[in-house]
């Protein structure tokens, strides 16, 4: 706060006069001094706000060789939004075998994409000094996870995690992909706001559980998808109901429908219904994502059936078709 502003906060300014007299101005005579100085500032300040709207946001720019981006997010970790991105990559992939489908990894702090993707090793270099993603199951991955030990804890600050994210997006030679999908960090910070400003984006898939306070957090990143302009595709509700696998009874043990209630509060689809299984567990931990190990299982038809990702305005992708 500057001089004049705590001055005339205190209830009155002092004048110093002629030969050094003083003089209190009252109250009245500061309210109005401080309008006369308020309409200075709002115009110097109207003024600033010009120049700097006029800059407008980073332009956007596409990954070259990719044709549609499709972001996976949520806005509270551990609610299974790496496991929806591996397995809609997969599936992707296994709808169209012309398709050439990439999973991005941008979760600088717990990568998790080279364990469920069965990868390990560093990319190599292009003749243009590019790194080249890891392949397997036909997906083309990257992860900051080929970039460093994988028990050595990424401790740094938000600078550099932003210099990170922007080799990741610029310095990856892909070829020729139809879909990228990106697995993002949980919440609403500095990475999401740098991809959503710097690159095209087809739109946003937002994954939760039906527990409250998992939605809460998803309604936020559905909001902040919304205020950076990227059209939000719908919620997956993920970890929906256990079924026990002897009795068969069903336990809803993160609650029932709060995702849909969430969805029509935003006026969104449920793209998918997912429920907490296994087998779905055990095949991310071992690297061989359910989508991929276990097609025909009827954990993957659950996982299927109720996603058809409509409305992401991109020609043909019903892309669970392949196992309605």
């Known amino acids: 706060?500057?001089?004049?502003?705590?001055?005339?906060?205190?209830?009155?300014?002092?004048?110093?006069?002629?030969?050094?007299?003083?003089?209190?101005?009252?109250?009245?005579?500061?309210?109005?001094?401080?309008?006369?100085?308020?309409?200075?500032?709002?115009?110097?300040?109207?003024?600033?706000?010009?120049?700097?709207?006029?800059?407008?946001?980073?332009?956007?720019?596409?990954?070259?060789?990719?044709k549609q981006v499709i972001v996976v997010a949520s806005g509270k970790g551990g609610v299974g939004k790496s496991t929806t991105a591996v397995n809609l990559a997969l599936a992707l992939a296994a709808n169209d075998s012309t398709k050439a489908i990439?999973?991005?990894?941008?979760?600088?702090?717990?990568?998790?994409?080279?364990?469920?993707?069965?990868l390990r090793g560093n990319p190599e270099l292009s003749q243009n000094n590019?790194?080249?993603?890891?392949?397997?199951?036909?997906?083309?991955?990257?992860?900051?996870?080929?970039?460093?030990?994988?028990?050595a804890p990424v401790v740094w600050r938000g600078l550099m995690v932003m210099s990170a994210?922007?080799?990741?997006?610029?310095?990856?030679?892909?070829?020729?992909?139809?879909?990228?999908?990106?697995?993002?960090?949980?919440g609403t910070g500095d990475v999401q706001l740098s991809v959503s400003q710097n690159i095209p984006i087809s739109g946003a898939v937002i994954v939760s559980t039906p527990q409250d306070i998992a939605l809460m957090d998803a309604h936020k990143g559905a909001e902040m998808f919304r205020k950076v302009h990227v059209p939000v595709l719908g919620l997956v509700q993920n970890m929906s109901v256990f079924q026990c696998p002897k009795c068969k009874h069903k336990t809803?043990?993160?609650?029932?429908?709060?995702?849909?209630?969430?969805?029509?509060?935003?006026?969104l689809d449920v793209l998918g219904d997912i429920p907490l299984h296994l087998n779905i567990r055990e095949t991310s931990d071992t690297g061989q994502p359910i989508v991929f190990s276990q097609p025909e299982s009827d954990e993957v038809s659950s996982i299927l059936k109720y996603i058809h990702l409509l409305q992401l305005g991109i020609p043909s992708l019903s892309v669970y078709s392949a196992y309605m």
């Open 252 to 267: 809803h043990i993160f609650g029932a429908d709060g995702a849909r209630k969430l969805a029509r509060t935003l006026d």
């Open 165 to 186: 994210i922007e080799k990741l997006l610029r310095q990856v030679d892909w070829g020729q992909l139809d879909y990228l999908v990106v697995d993002m960090p949980p």
């Open 102 to 118: 990439g999973l991005l990894d941008v979760d600088v702090y717990g990568p998790s994409v080279p364990k469920m993707m069965n």
């Open 1 to 66: 706060m500057g001089l004049w502003q705590r001055l005339l906060l205190s209830g009155g300014v002092l004048l110093r006069g002629v030969g050094g007299a003083t003089a209190r101005l009252g109250r009245s005579r500061v309210l109005v001094f401080r309008r006369q100085l308020s309409g200075v500032e709002s115009e110097t300040l109207k003024q600033r706000r010009t120049q700097i709207m006029s800059r407008g946001l980073p332009k956007q720019k596409p990954i070259e060789g990719v």
């Open 130 to 151: 590019l790194m080249k993603p890891l392949l397997n199951y036909g997906i083309a991955c990257m992860s900051m996870g080929f970039l460093v030990e994988e028990t």
